[in-house]
């Protein structure tokens, strides 16, 4: 199963232009500009990528979540899932083969825009890079395990379309990971923490700002695993092998 998502991936490069490419090129514009929006917000000398390189990989690899969504839903629309049953396999191999090259999509982002960052744009973490690195492993299991309960909870592959990749984009641009949350509305700040990118970028800013290590970052991962387990149970609650999906047409 892992081999065809892989096949399907190289003849269709679209999701991971989406959660590279694309993140690449705003990060490379922006960056300049979030220097001085550091500097504002209490980082003076900071570049901009401390905040485009965390933030674009965040509200980038949310768009993970429609990822998963449609490699369970195409089964269901090529009418392909039943047999992916009748082979033998197991929900917890059939669900293990979905995630698995999304998981390889996200973490391969986040290697390709931090060293990215670090080689052209001026990037530094002051703190400890294992802090950013669990930081990002936890993200990318919260986007995956959302993608998952997406797929359990929502009925149609336009659902999954509308809901997450809007879902993306607002709770990417509300938690910070396009400009810093302090440089959002006022009557948009205190609803900010609702948000797992917030968590996210707050623990980044930690690491790669205020110079913090693992333990530093407790508090942001703590919440972020929450999100996870929280997702977690609803696709437990609502996944059913045997539930019907409705696909393009």
């Not at 592959?157 to 938690?175: E, K, S």
Request: with cysteine.
């Amino acid at each position: 199963m892992i081999r065809n998502e892989l096949r399907l991936l190289r003849h269709d490069p679209v999701p991971a232009a989406v959660l590279v490419g694309m993140p690449l090129v705003l990060m490379t514009l922006l960056s300049d500009a979030m220097r001085s929006t550091l500097a504002a917000g209490g980082h003076a000398g900071a570049p901009g990528s401390a905040q485009t390189v965390p933030g674009m990989a965040c509200v980038f690899a949310s768009f993970a979540i429609a990822v998963v969504g449609f490699a369970i839903f195409r089964e269901h629309g090529w009418r392909t899932w039943p047999r992916l049953r009748a082979a033998g396999l197991s929900g917890r191999r059939l669900v293990g083969g979905k995630l698995a090259v999304p998981a390889l999509l996200v973490a391969a982002q986040h290697v390709v825009l931090f060293g990215f960052g670090v080689l052209f744009l001026d990037l530094e973490v002051r703190g400890s890079w294992p802090a950013v690195v669990l930081i990002a492993a936890l993200f990318a299991a919260l986007v995956l395990v959302a993608g998952l309960a997406a797929a359990a909870a929502l009925s149609t592959i336009q659902q999954v379309n509308a809901v997450t990749n809007l879902g993306a984009m607002a709770l990417g641009g509300l938690g910070g990971g396009f400009v810093p949350v302090d440089s959002l509305p006022d009557w948009v700040q205190p609803i900010a923490p609702v948000s797992p990118v917030y968590w996210a970028m707050q623990g980044y800013e930690t690491a790669i700002l205020d110079g913090g290590g693992v333990g530093d970052v407790l508090g942001p991962l703590a919440v972020l695993a929450a999100f996870t387990a929280a997702f977690a149970g609803i696709a437990l609650w609502r996944f059913r092998l045997d539930a019907p999906k409705r696909t393009w047409g």
